[in-house]
Structure formats: structure tokens, C-alpha cells
């Protein structure tokens, strides 16, 4: 146990629990959006459920770590680029976080509503649906995170220790963040287009293109950004034209 007073065993803890944190950020987007269909009341299980689903993946994928790094060997060749079990993972992940991004922005554009008013069997059905849908990404967003976690630390107990409280600080923001989405539509549009970007970012790495996802979390900061100072302005004006109207108003 001579880890635990190591300063560099500290430093790499406190290193990793930020980067899973920052790494945590899509997967929150994503399963905000996905819950926002489902009725009120079960939203908030649906999150957490989602987000100890992510936990739990991410725990068994850092016990089995000599089957993850064998991922990483190639399968097979196509036009003299090799594709290991890594690439297939990411490929598909991505394909299907490109396809759920995008029907999520036309079903926001159609104006369609979420399953928000059903009976309690329909309830449940798209309960299970949305489940598993965040099982299948959780997958995908795990792999990167355990293959970073190994990169940084070599103790297992530390991973460990990183994934539950990175987990545990997503699950206390996540509710705030997905209804901050809610409450703004053009914020979930941004997000949704976001995810398209990570999906993007993914079939591409699939097939050895790797970009740096730091500049789309830059793009995304800023844009966020852009989108506060609108929403603060647009709050200003609506204000604003309240204080006129009453005071028009005999």
C-alpha cells in the first residue's frame, strides 16, 4: 500500500478523475437528450441508471484490461490499413451516435413530442429502449476512457477510484444540465450538433484519422459561449418588454 502516500500516484488520481470528467461530458450530453423523451418522473432514474450503466462498463472493461489492449491488434486489412477490434467498436458507435444525433435534431425541428404522456406500458417500454441505447454508447465512450486511464496510471485500485468519483460528480450535474437543455431548444440543438461532431470524430479515428478531440471541445466551449451571451440578451429584451408593457397598461 506504499502507493497511497506517493505524490505522483496523487497527482496522476487527481489528473485522470478531471480528464474523465472532461471525457464524461458527451455521454452526460447524451443521455440527457436521449431521457428528455421520456416522461418527467422517470427521467431522473433514467439518468442514473444510465450513468452507473457507464460506471459499471468502464469498471469491467478496466478488470479485463489484457482483453481490452488485445483491441487494439488488427483483425484484418482493408486497402492496406489494418482494423483491429478498436476501429469496429468505434466505427459503429459512431455511425450510430451520427444516426440517434441526427433524428434527435429532425424530431426537434418537426416539433414531434416526447413519449412524455403514455400509458404506463409504453412508459416502460421506452424506458428499457433508452437503456439499453445508452448501454450500446457506453461502450464506445468507456473504450477511450479506460485505454486513457491505462496510459496515465498502472494501478487498477486508482482507475477505479477516478471512474467512481468522475461517475458520481456527473451524476450530481447531470440533472442541472439536462434541464438547462430543456428549458433552452437552441442549446439542445447545439449539443445535439456537438455529438454529431464526437460521432464524426470516431468513424474517422475508426480508420486511423485521428484529430485531437480538444479542438472540439474548444468549439464547443466557445460556442456555448456565444449561445449564453444570446440567451442573456434575449432575457434582457424579454425583460425589458415587460417593464414597457406595464407600464403602458393603465
Not at 71 to 80: I, S
Not at 129 to 147: E, K, P
Request: proline residues 3%; glycine residues 8%.
Amino acid at each position: 500500500m506504499e502507493w497511497l502516500t506517493s505524490p505522483e500516484i496523487w497527482v496522476a488520481f487527481l489528473t485522470l478523475t478531471a480528464l474523465e470528467i472532461v471525457l464524461g461530458i458527451d455521454n452526460i450530453i447524451f443521455i440527457s437528450i436521449l431521457v428528455s423523451r421520456l416522461p418527467k418522473a422517470m427521467q431522473p432514474k433514467a439518468r442514473f441508471f444510465g450513468l452507473a450503466l457507464a460506471m459499471g462498463t468502464r469498471i469491467l472493461l478496466l478488470l479485463s484490461i489484457s482483453w481490452v489492449m488485445q483491441l487494439t491488434d488488427d483483425l484484418f486489412t482493408v486497402m492496406e490499413h489494418g482494423i483491429s477490434g478498436r476501429d469496429l467498436i468505434l466505427f459503429f458507435g459512431g455511425l450510430f451516435l451520427l444516426f440517434k444525433s441526427t433524428m434527435e435534431i429532425y424530431h426537434g425541428l418537426e416539433g414531434e413530442e416526447a413519449n412524455g404522456e403514455g400509458d404506463n406500458a409504453s412508459a416502460a417500454r421506452g424506458f428499457i429502449g433508452i437503456i439499453i441505447q445508452i448501454a450500446i454508447i457506453d461502450i464506445v465512450f468507456s473504450l477511450d476512457s479506460v485505454i486513457t486511464a491505462v496510459g496515465l496510471v498502472s494501478h487498477v485500485p486508482v482507475m477505479v477510484a477516478a471512474i467512481v468519483i468522475s461517475v458520481g460528480v456527473m451524476m450530481l450535474s447531470a440533472g442541472t444540465i439536462s434541464d438547462f437543455i430543456d428549458k433552452h431548444p437552441s442549446l439542445k440543438i447545439l449539443a445535439l450538433s456537438f455529438l454529431i461532431c464526437v460521432g464524426t470524430l470516431l468513424v474517422a479515428e475508426a480508420f486511423g484519422v485521428h484529430v485531437p478531440k480538444g479542438y472540439v471541445y474548444f468549439a464547443m466551449a466557445f460556442s456555448l459561449a456565444v449561445e449564453a451571451l444570446n440567451i442573456r440578451m434575449r432575457g434582457k429584451k424579454v425583460a425589458k418588454q415587460a417593464v414597457e408593457l406595464r407600464k403602458n397598461t393603465p
